[in-house]
């Protein structure tokens, strides 16, 4: 069983930035996409951003420009979220996700909460 252990959520005034950031317990295989969904209650998980291991990454509209998504040089399965110039529109639980050969796997979730 593959565990992903998040951090870095909080509270921040709009305009702010945070780092969010997901380390996954495989060591025996690099995982190839891993990706940051988020989820305000009584709506669907949304995709945010994706970070391949050849280095392409990937962004839904309502982010692009403003998060930025990077995986760890050192441990390839190790991901994260710069959030810069956030809005009260990103309010949300936000989940790290690995889907590969040994199956999907999910984050427990970070919350992440902009005041304006």
């Known amino acids: 069983q593959v565990q992903l252990v998040e951090s870095g959520g909080g509270l921040v005034q709009a305009g702010g930035s945070l780092r969010l950031s997901c380390a996954a317990s495989?060591?025996?295989?690099?995982?190839?996409?891993m990706k940051w969904y988020r989820q305000v209650p009584g709506k669907q998980r949304e995709l945010v951003a994706i970070a391949t291991s050849g280095g392409s990454t990937t962004y839904a509209d309502s982010v692009k420009g403003r998060f930025t998504v990077s995986r760890d040089n050192a441990n390839k399965n190790t991901v994260y979220l710069q959030m810069n110039s956030l809005k009260p529109e990103d309010t949300a639980v936000y989940y790290c996700?690995?889907?590969?050969?040994?199956?999907?796997?999910w984050g427990q979730g970070t919350q992440v909460t902009v005041s304006s």
């Open positions: 996700n690995a889907q590969y050969w040994k199956g999907d796997f």
């Open positions: 495989e060591s025996n295989f690099i995982i190839n996409d």
